[in-house]
């Protein structure tokens, strides 16, 4: 089962091109970012179907206390913001599956985004685990709005399982718990779906340089800023060989400790479970 993360980065601004017919791409979808036409074509067949069918997509509220989204934007400032998916496991960003937001953090840009990710060298994937924020709402009609729309394509027979972050799952409701945490998902591991929030730092330090840069200018930027991520990654990964020997002499040295609480344990329970 492969393992997916997808969150929206709001600190990643666009400033609107005064003159964006002037401007040029040299590696347009070749890199983590989607290619320009065809996520524009879709952003506008999903805006048609929405005033189509209103209904579609407008789940029941399944979170509690404060709204966890962004407030939107308006339309008129452009490309504003940055929804990024990743494996879940290692934290490695999966190629032209990252997309720009354009009015707060909506479900059209996302499926595309989640498209193109699910269909990236998925030929024997059977089962897809997606970790999303708002999951619960998000997964009730995807397959659905899937079917009717041309630019949203999934490899046949992909199961997807949905799920919520640990982190978020405690802003939801109860009936979220059960129903989406990883805990219960069977070959999720210990997995607390959140390893995307940790690549923010490094992230936003580009954001403010890149924010006037022109939109092909700042798509290579980010396209070379998550390639190294992903490099880093890759050479780093084995560099504590030893890592179970280490955690072997934490073990010895918490041991005198450990009996010692056990020990205490004892006495206030009697020296059984039941006197507590």
């Known amino acids: 089962m492969r393992q997916y993360e997808v969150d929206g980065n709001f600190t990643a601004q666009h400033m609107k091109m005064s003159k964006p017919e002037l401007d040029v791409t040299l590696s347009d979808g070749k890199g983590y970012m989607v290619t320009e036409v065809s996520y524009q074509s879709h952003l506008q067949q999903s805006l048609d179907n929405k005033e189509a069918k209103p209904a579609l997509r407008d789940p029941p509220a399944a979170i509690t206390g404060p709204l966890m989204l962004p407030i939107s934007t308006s339309l008129t400032s452009g490309p504003l913001e940055l929804v990024l998916l990743l494996v879940a496991w290692h934290g490695c960003f999966v190629p032209h599956a990252v997309v720009d937001f354009q009015k707060g953090e909506r479900y059209m840009n996302m499926d595309y985004s989640n498209c193109n990710a699910l269909g990236y060298h998925s030929e024997s994937i059977q089962k897809a685990l997606v970790i999303y ?144």
Not at 193 to 216: D, H, V, Y
Not at 228 to 234: E, G, I, P, Q, R
Request: aromatic share 8%; net charge positive; proline share 6%.
């Open 133 to 276: 924020d708002v999951r619960c709402q998000w997964s009730l009609n995807f397959n659905r709005w899937v079917k009717s729309s041309p630019s949203l394509l999934l490899p046949p027979g992909l199961e997807i399982i949905p799920a919520v972050g640990k982190f978020h799952l405690a802003a939801h409701k109860l009936s979220c718990f059960p129903r989406y945490s990883l805990n219960f998902i069977k070959g999720a591991g210990h997995l607390d779906g959140e390893i995307l929030e940790t690549l923010w730092a490094p992230f936003n330090k580009i954001s403010p340089t890149a924010r006037s840069m022109t939109q092909a200018h700042r798509q290579e930027m980010y396209d070379d800023h998550m390639r190294d991520s992903n490099w880093k990654k890759v050479v780093r990964i084995g560099e504590r060989p030893n890592l179970a020997g280490e955690v072997n002499l934490q073990v010895v040295h918490l041991s005198p400790i450990l009996s010692e609480k056990i020990q205490d344990y004892q006495k206030v329970s009697g020296g059984n479970e039941s006197g507590l």
